[in-house]
């Protein structure tokens, strides 16, 4: 049993003995060399979909905040009514009688 | 090259490229992520060529950029995985080198697995001896060590292999 054992381990360890090296794939030298000398610019897409969760999240809360706004603007309103039992805030135009 | 000659870039591609991403697959276990790291370093040559002062041996600043390279990318990598932001997580455990003899593909499979356990500098000292098969001292020139800390390093991660290798035997088969 240990013997067995011993003999696969020595065979794992010397495993890549007379193993060739691998080789990249033959357009690996064009994707290099547009790399260096690029024509158009690009975006990798990790900061493309970073730039396109921000923008998300800005419209969120611009849209958010506008909606609150007007809730904000209404329930003001409605508080000035109520406050003025049902009357018109300026119910006369008149400065003078 | 420095003068970005690129003639001269070609035939130092053609030199360089299969040592560079044999190293690289070696690390990352995986062959596009190897093609990336070649992609990576023969870029960083051929822009920082000029710096290049001839200390040490075209074949050794090109190994220890690779070297670090794949570290880098390895490290940025499991960062990038714990995020969860990938979907392409990496099946070390079902690498095949390509270039292994047919008969002792398990075998070569069962030790790119337990190569991935190592630290750093014995993975480094192991895959550049062994599956590199460069001679010691240029390791050391490598790495930036004595011979004897090479020795060392190698002898450490042999001896955490073969300990890895014994807890796997009963379950050989299975992996």
Redesign the interface.
Known sequence: MNDNKEKWIEQVLGSMEGSTRAVPSDQLFAKIKRGLHPKHKTIPMERLRVAVAAAALLFLLNGITIYQQFQGTSTSAETTYLENNGQNLVSNYNFYK | MARGD?KAF?KL?DTF???V??TA?SYTQN?LD??EI??DV??KI?RSAGTFKGDSAVSTWIYRITVNTSLTFIKRKKRFVFFQ?SKTKSKTSDFY?????LE?KE??K??FK?IDTLSDNQKTAFILS???GLPRQEVADIMGLSLKAVESLLMRA?RN??QK??KM?PN?KKN
């Open positions: 690129d070609k591609y490229s299969v040592k991403y044999n697959i062959a190897a093609e070649t992609q023969f870029t051929y932001l080198h390509p270039g292994v003899l002792k075998e070569a069962m030790l337990v062994f599956v590199e042999k292999l073969r290798l014994e035997y050989r």
